[in-house]
């Protein structure tokens, strides 16, 4: 039952660019679409935590790596810019990047005080690739 909620999710944040992998995680295009989220510094640290959290398979490596890659460097770039951990910022992602995020992400266990970062985040996500389709 949850594998069936968490396929509907993706099917329905990311139908129409691109195919799930027989892995769940999507090596990235040659020519990436770039999506662009908009997320407080805070939920961006939150998120390389909490996926550092999770369990990975031998052939995910690259996947999870590139991915934890473009939120480290999204934090550099914040922290370099003076921006505090409640300062919202606006980065660029390629939306397999964002869809192997989310699927790692639904692979994670959190706490239900964490339930509200959670959403907060993958609704970021969400959001950026409803922006990018709508371009």
Same mark, same amino acid.
């Given at each position: /039952?949850?594998?069936l909620t968490i396929a509907?999710?993706?099917?329905?944040?990311?139908?129409?660019?691109?195919?799930?992998?027989?892995?769940?995680?999507?090596?990235?295009?040659?020519?990436?679409?770039?999506?662009?989220?908009? /997320?407080?510094?805070?939920?961006?640290?939150?998120?390389?935590? !909490?996926?550092?959290?999770?369990?990975?398979?031998?052939?995910?490596?690259?996947?999870?790596?590139?991915?934890?890659?473009?939120?480290?460097?999204?934090?550099?770039?914040?922290?370099?810019?003076?921006?505090?951990?409640?300062?919202?910022?606006? !980065?660029?992602?390629?939306?397999?990047?964002?869809?192997?995020?989310?699927?790692? /992400?639904?692979?994670?266990?959190?706490?239900?005080?964490?339930?509200?970062? !959670?959403?907060?985040?993958?609704?970021?996500?969400?959001?950026?690739?409803?922006?990018?389709?709508?371009k």
């Amino acid at each position: /039952m949850k594998n069936l909620t968490i396929a509907a999710i993706v099917a329905v944040l990311f139908i129409g660019s691109f195919e799930l992998s027989a892995q769940g995680l999507t090596p990235a295009a040659q020519t990436p679409t770039v999506i662009k989220p908009k /997320m407080k510094v805070i939920d961006i640290k939150a998120s390389v935590q !909490f996926l550092g959290g999770i369990e990975i398979r031998g052939t995910e490596v690259e996947a999870y790596l590139d991915t934890r890659k473009v939120l480290q460097d999204a934090i550099e770039s914040a922290t370099k810019g003076g921006k505090k951990d409640d300062d919202a910022i606006t !980065f660029d992602m390629k939306i397999e990047q964002a869809q192997n995020m989310f699927t790692l /992400m639904q692979r994670g266990s959190l706490k239900g005080a964490e339930a509200d970062k !959670f959403n907060e985040i993958t609704q970021a996500l969400k959001d950026a690739v409803k922006a990018a389709q709508g371009k």
